[in-house]
């Protein structure tokens, strides 16, 4: 709630919303703390809270001691839905990615027969990885929405300040399709996966936080 109220009071101005790299953050992992939280409470997944707690906090501490970005946006509001669901595709594969980082983790510490506390807290690799796996299939569906609604809301989703977003995100979504086409299929699993599932978020965070900061290096320089 703290965090929810703080970043209310920074992203909306009388001018707009605000759309610093900052405050896109700091909304991804309160989408991501509240997804969480829920996952928690319905999958006994308390592990992932171990790893988002702290990424929130910090994230609220940036938000509000970093220089204010005076970039400010009204979208009509097919884009406020497309701006929506894209947040909450890139929360969901940010939550996999973190299970799968956590799914790593407790498959190396079983192997060398180590019993730490987290450890004893998760579910079993079998549970862990099936989370995994829903998270992923959850957040590439509303990765297409996203996607389908750019091509249909946004004028030219491959025009030059678009460009790099777009490009990045297909990528993205070729990775996290191919890797379910191949769980489904041929029964990818394991480390293999954790690697797809990763480098798909990666990308996909490039094609936003890379294209946002593009465009605040282009203002500063005009």
């Known amino acids: 709630m703290f965090q929810a109220s703080m970043l209310s009071m920074t992203m909306h101005t009388p001018q707009g919303i605000s759309l610093s790299v900052f405050t896109i953050a700091s909304l991804t992992t309160l989408t991501v703390t509240i997804i969480a939280v829920l996952s928690s409470i319905k999958k006994s997944s308390e592990g992932l809270l171990v790893l988002i707690l702290p990424i929130t906090i910090l994230s609220v501490l940036i938000t509000q001691f970093a220089p204010v970005d005076h970039i400010i946006w009204r979208p009509p509001t097919e884009i406020a839905?497309?701006?929506?669901?894209?947040?909450?595709?890139?929360?969901?594969?940010?939550?996999?990615?973190?299970?799968?980082?956590?799914?790593?983790?407790?498959?190396?510490?079983?192997?060398?027969?180590?019993?730490?506390?987290?450890?004893k807290a998760l579910p079993s690799l079998q549970t862990m990885e099936r989370l995994m796996f829903e998270f992923l299939v959850a957040g590439v569906v509303l990765l297409t929405f996203s996607l389908l609604s750019g091509f249909l809301f946004l004028e030219n989703m491959f025009a030059q300040h678009l460009l790099h977003k777009t490009v990045l995100s297909v990528v993205a979504w070729s990775v996290f399709a191919v890797l379910l086409v191949g769980h489904w299929t041929r029964g990818w699993r394991g480390m293999m996966a954790m690697r797809w599932i990763v480098t798909g978020f990666l990308l996909l965070a490039l094609s936003y936080f890379g294209w946002r900061l593009a465009i605040n290096l282009l203002i500063i320089k005009t």
């Open 81 to 119: 839905v497309h701006v929506l669901v894209s947040a909450l595709a890139y929360g969901i594969l940010m939550v996999a990615a973190l299970q799968s980082l956590l799914l790593s983790y407790q498959e190396y510490q079983l192997r060398h027969h180590r019993q730490k506390r987290l450890l």
